[in-house]
């Protein structure tokens, strides 16, 4: 639609994309109600916390998608391939590396994820070291070639910006470059403490998404993402989030967009979790010209699977901000997206667009016959 308050966002008319994400993509091995470490058999899906917005607005929500990432030119890779090919997305910014046998050069991404259930929380062991999207140059794409093209809007976030020392100047040559072409760029925080451990902790986490933060126009990520990435405090609150107080959070978000001119919109999600199996879930959303909008709490929140429920957050958000336009439908589309994401296993969502708006404006989950 052309009347958008929250967030100016080119026309779809003039486009070739209206999504592109830059991420490593992983092959995600589920041991499904076991353990990994008993696990005699393991389901397959693909995921990695930028690509999954990518393909949640192409199979959810219905918009033209791309993914840039590379991978080793093997059969994992290709199996890979096979799930991205369903997913929906152009793949034509795949760049595929020539494998050397045994992946002492150059490998793909797993990661061995555990749903958890109850008092037994989620558990994820990624074996991501020397891959393919971690070794990529910022000169490995034709930055100003894609977005001439037309593209709506870049995601990518802290998880790609971790991978390796080169991965934070790629993903800054493609923000630079969006932002160039009047592209809208957001960014989650996706805080790993995994991830940077041996490449400076947190204080190498909080420079570069410092300096990645001044390309950005629309910032996301939870408590632990602002408070560890970009230095900002969330007074009063603990761990669990028992209390989704939304006060302290405001007071937050005000400071980061004080400090950050570029921020139009800043958004989290709220999670409250008393067990694996039940989480309160929610979030809140600020833009410049509009101010701040809450979701929906959903209390007890029943999850199947948590993982990923954060990048569905994301994706329904843009959807909101891209087709819809007030702060308030985006925060709601996002919470509802994220929050049905989690009823099914892997880390993409298999929801409708159908479904989420008829959760986002009050539904309930009575059958449908």
């Known amino acids: 639609m052309d009347t958008r308050t929250a967030l100016k966002v080119k026309p779809a008319s003039e486009c070739d994309f209206d999504i592109v994400s830059l991420g490593e993509v992983m092959l995600r091995l589920d041991p499904g109600d076991g353990r990994v470490r008993t696990a005699r058999q393991f389901s397959a899906y693909e995921g990695g916390g930028e690509y999954n917005v990518a393909r949640g607005l192409r199979r959810c929500f219905g918009l033209r998608g791309a993914i840039v990432t590379a991978l080793a030119d093997n059969e994992v890779g290709r199996l890979v391939e096979d799930f991205m090919l369903a997913g929906g997305l152009d793949l034509s910014y795949v760049k595929w590396v ?4 045994i992946g002492r050069t150059v490998r793909n991404g797993l990661n061995f994820t ?4 109850g008092a037994r929380g989620a558990v994820g062991v990624s074996d991501r070291g020397n891959t393919a999207i971690s070794q990529m140059k910022p000169t490995d794409v034709d930055w100003d070639a894609l977005f001439s093209r037309g ?3 870049l995601h990518t976030g802290g998880i790609f910006a971790a991978l390796s020392e080169s991965s934070a100047d ?3 040559a493609a923000m630079k470059s969006a932002r160039k072409y009047g592209t809208i760029v957001s960014y989650d925080l996706n805080y790993r403490p995994s991830l940077w451990e041996n490449i400076g902790g947190i204080e190498r986490a909080r420079e570069v998404n410092k300096k990645l933060a001044q390309y950005v126009d629309v910032m996301i990520g939870n408590e632990e993402d602002f408070t560890a990435s970009l230095g900002f405090e969330v007074e009063g609150v603990d761990e669990n989030l028992t209390d989704l107080d939304t006060s302290s959070f405001k007071s937050m978000i005000n400071n980061a967009a004080q400090e950050y001119s570029n921020f139009q919109v800043i958004a989290t999600t ?9 989480n309160d879930w929610a979030a809140i959303a600020w833009s410049r010209t509009e101010g701040f909008a809450e979701s929906k709490q959903r209390k007890d929140l029943e999850i199947f699977d948590r993982v990923g429920g954060g990048d569905s957050f994301a994706s329904g958000l843009a959807y909101g901000l891209m087709e819809i336009g007030t702060i308030q439908e985006a925060v709601e589309y996002g919470a509802a997206h994220g929050a049905l ?6 880390d ?8 989420v708006r008829k959760l986002a404006s009050g539904g309930s989950a009575r059958v449908v016959r």
């Open 98 to 101: 020539k494998y050397d046998g």
């Open 114 to 117: 555990e749903r958890g259930f």
């Open 151 to 153: 593209v709506r809007w």
């Open 170 to 172: 790629v993903a800054e």
């Open 270 to 278: 709220l999670r409250g979790v008393s067990s694996a199996s039940r």
């Open 341 to 346: 994401a989690m009823t099914t296993p892997g």
């Open 348 to 355: 993409t969502s298999m929801a409708t667009l159908a479904e």
